[in-house]
């Protein structure tokens, strides 16, 4: 079974750095797509962005473009989200995701961590 554990969440001030972690376990991590996604308090779980299964190929969403960064460690089974002069508008619980398939919708990903809270004050 594949699980997925988020970390590295926090509280910042506006135009702080943070990187969050993600180590997969239970799967064979060098052959998925891994996403991350982020929910606010009364919104709907929206894509943030996704890495190929060989690193090749990243998307991000157009609020993160230019300031969130994804990567993959794949000798060390981990995902990494960079993220970079965050806005108040950013706070949300942050989840990482697995897949076969490579995408960014919800409905593609099938293995989903528990995520971590990140806040960001102005």
């Known amino acids: 079974q594949v699980r997925l554990v988020e970390s590295g969440g926090g509280l910042v001030q506006a135009g702080a750095s943070l990187r969050l972690s993600c180590a997969v376990s239970g799967g064979i991590f060098s052959t998925y797509a891994v996403a991350w996604f982020r929910q606010a308090p009364g919104k709907e779980r929206e894509f943030v962005a996704v890495r190929s299964w060989n690193g090749y190929n990243s998307n991000y969403a157009d609020s993160v473009e230019g300031r969130f960064t994804i990567s993959r460690d794949n000798a060390n089974n981990t995902v990494y989200l960079q993220m970079n002069s965050l806005k108040p508008e950013d706070t949300a619980v942050y989840y990482c995701?697995?897949?076969?398939?490579?995408?960014?919708?919800?409905?593609?990903?099938?293995?989903w961590g528990q995520g971590t809270q990140v806040t960001v004050s102005s």
């Open positions: 995701a697995a897949a076969a398939n490579y995408g960014i919708r919800r409905d593609a990903y099938n293995y």
